[in-house]
């Protein structure tokens, strides 16, 4: 029962499913993992961001519920406050291209890598350039200044891995911003293994704020900015008090730069 992201075997369990699935907190980097892990899906032919509608049907930003409009405008004022516009932007697994086409309109040059055949359609409609493959495959004609991962990094096997990967198309102090679940946040403490972001048959890995910074100081990045926000849930007492208790919410946006060489 090795940690997924630092490989150290001393961990506790925070979650048990039904299924006898569990959710591990690793006692040295503080992230938490599935165990046993999950099979990787074929994500060529899953298209998640369709949510079970016409996946040749574009999603309008203003029909998106307040709690994602909030995330990519977090997001947004990120990558603004960071990288001049001109600067190269890459998004991993941006399904059909929202947030990039949000930046796009802003006068943005973006990029997107994503395996789903069906959502990179939809991206391309928007008038994006879509890498269509495995990000591992895929031979990117440049390096970048900033580089965006939303809701990826808990799919991947090896995540501090694929961060390291990520050096070699970044430009010199080019930026990595992570959209990630929190699940030290109140929601996730407070219906345990009903919090429909585990995701257990999927995710790998499980994030906080001081696991993404042992990830950076062990990758040549540092966290030069992060946010937190909320995941969309029913309209109850604890998700409106949330909304004024930002460390408790159970998403993070964070920024992170790679260090000088």
Request: glycine letters at 4%.
């Amino acid at each position: 029962m090795n940690c997924t992201i630092c490989g150290h075997n001393d961990s506790r369990e925070i979650v048990e499913f039904v299924s006898g699935v569990k959710i591990l907190v690793c006692a040295k980097c503080s992230n938490a993992f599935t165990y046993p892990p999950p099979k990787l899906p074929d994500y060529v032919a899953e298209d998640f961001h369709a949510n079970g509608e016409a996946t040749n049907k574009l999603t309008r930003l203003e029909d998106l519920p307040e709690e994602i409009r909030t995330s990519y405008d977090i997001q947004s004022k990120l990558v603004e406050r960071h990288v001049s516009k001109g600067e190269p932007i890459l998004e991993i697994g941006g399904g059909e291209g929202i947030f990039l086409n949000i930046l796009l309109e802003r006068g943005h040059l973006v990029e997107m890598n994503e395996p789903s055949l069906s959502a990179a359609a939809r991206a391309r409609s928007r008038g994006l350039k879509v890498y269509n493959d495995y990000f591992q495959a895929v031979r990117f004609d440049s390096a970048y200044s900033l580089i965006a991962m939303a809701h990826v990094l808990e799919h991947i096997e090896d995540p501090m891995k694929f961060i390291w990967n990520l050096r070699t198309i970044l430009k010199p102090s080019g930026y990595l911003l992570l959209t990630q679940t929190n699940y030290r946040g109140f929601m996730p403490r407070f219906l345990k293994d009903k919090w429909y972001a585990w995701v257990p048959e999927q995710h790998f890995s499980h994030f906080t704020i001081n696991g993404i910074r042992f990830m950076a100081d062990n990758s040549d990045f540092e966290i030069v900015d992060y946010k937190y926000s909320r995941l969309y849930h029913d309209r109850s007492v604890y998700h409106r008090a949330l909304r004024y208790i930002p460390f408790f919410q159970d998403q993070v946006h964070v920024l992170l730069k790679l260090k000088s060489r």
